[in-house]
């Protein structure tokens, strides 16, 4: 019996026990459950929170996605237009290429025939007559070409130009000036001295030109001429590089009598000899217009002692009209009304009337003055020698 109950005991020890530990397991089973229930929540809320950003972040990039795409479209077509671009621009660098060596070749071509003498002294009078005839100056009327005259030293001379100013007097030009030295110093393969000594070399030459020019005085061949003579040099490039290698050079020139000038210069000049003549003609006018001025006030004043005559004319014959008039009223008709009367004739004789109106009397004092010209007589001075002096008629005889 007490076997029975200490196995009942036992039994019922080991139920409690085994529940116990079955309690026990559960609760931490649960309360893990519970654990990872509540991490798994977590998770899932974070989860949510991030899939609405990634929303509202794709909704934000989504003009941005539009704007990209645009750009990477208009990147494709500059790209396209670039190609092109760089395709014409490769066609007409080829083109500049041709050109630029073309006119190298004409460059040189020219340069080779401004080596003679004769093409460059064309090319000089070439470019004197366009400088003339920018000025407003024209052939034979402003200015003669190649003029052969003899100077003091009884010596043939023949400008190039010969400008002519007002009052007969005349403006020598010369375009004969040495370029062989500038251009020579124009080559591309010459150092800096070997340039420097070609454009010395050059000013020495228009130096030498500027003293054969003194020498043939142009001045003395031409009456009314100022004593200098225009040395025309065709390029303002050459006048310079030939000033800055002699600083001198200029008013050695001067010196002598010799003007140098380049095209600006003498297209200056030029304008200031046109300008001269259009003032001299002005003026020329003006008193041709101040001569027909005085003539025609002349004659109107004679117009004007003619109309008075005529007026005075017809006045005499409006009053002899009267008078006839009156006459055949208080003469002729009384007696040819007593025919009428007399029952002789029918119809009675229409009565003559009076004029009236006169012939308008001048009022301009010049026209009065003009017609009582021949009306005048000297006023006598009371104190002092008769004074003669003209009498208009309006003065008071008081």
């Given at each position: 019996m007490e076997l029975v109950g200490m196995l009942v005991v036992g039994l019922v020890v080991g139920v409690a026990a085994g529940w116990w530990v079955a309690h026990t397991s559960g609760a931490a089973s649960l309360a893990s459950a519970r654990t990872e229930s509540d991490l798994l929540r977590e998770r899932v809320v974070d989860l949510e929170?991030?899939?609405?950003?990634?929303?509202?972040t794709a909704a934000a990039l989504l003009p941005l996605r539009d704007a990209l795409v645009r750009v990477e479209q208009q990147v494709g077509t500059l790209e396209r237009d670039r190609t092109s671009q760089f395709a014409a621009l490769e066609t007409t660098i080829a083109a500049v290429h041709e050109s630029t060596a073309a006119l190298g070749r004409q460059t040189q071509s020219l340069a080779g025939s401004l080596n003679s003498s004769t093409v460059r002294g064309a090319w000089g009078e070439v470019q004197l007559r366009r400088v003339l005839e920018h000025a407003g100056l024209l052939a034979r009327c402003d200015f003669d070409e190649q003029v052969c005259r003899v100077s003091r030293h009884q010596r043939q001379v023949r400008p190039d130009v010969v400008v002519r100013l007002p009052g007969d007097k005349y403006l020598v030009i010369d375009a004969k000036a040495p370029m062989g030295a500038f251009l020579a110093a124009q080559a591309e393969d010459l150092s800096a001295s070997e340039r420097a000594t070609f454009l010395r070399a050059h000013a020495a030459s228009l130096k030498s030109h500027v003293t054969a020019l003194a020498a043939k005085d142009y001045w003395t061949a031409f009456e009314n001429s100022p004593e200098m003579v225009v040395c025309f040099v065709p390029s303002d490039a050459m006048l310079a590089a030939a000033?800055?290698?002699?600083?001198?050079l200029h008013e050695d020139a001067m010196a002598r009598r010799v003007v140098l000038v380049g095209p600006g210069s003498l297209?200056?000049?030029l304008r200031t000899v046109a300008f001269t003549w259009q003032q001299d003609a002005l003026t020329a006018h003006a008193r041709e217009v101040m001569t027909l001025g005085r003539d025609l006030y002349d004659r109107l004043g004679t117009?004007?002692?003619h109309t008075m005559k005529m007026g005075t004319a017809l006045q005499r014959s409006v009053e002899a009209y009267n008078q006839m008039v009156g006459a055949l009223e208080s003469r002729v008709l009384v007696s040819a009304r007593r025919m009428h009367e007399a029952g002789i004739v029918e119809q009675p004789l229409p009565s003559p009337q009076a004029l009236e109106a006169g012939p308008r009397v001048?009022?301009?004092m010049e026209l009065i003055e003009a017609a009582t010209a021949d009306a005048e007589r000297p006023q006598l001075a009371f104190d002092g020698p008769e004074v003669p002096s003209r009498w208009t008629g309006r003065e008071s005889t008081a």
């Open positions: 929170a991030a899939i609405s950003d990634d929303a509202q000033l800055s290698a002699d600083p001198a297209l200056a000049l117009l004007g002692s001048l009022t301009a």
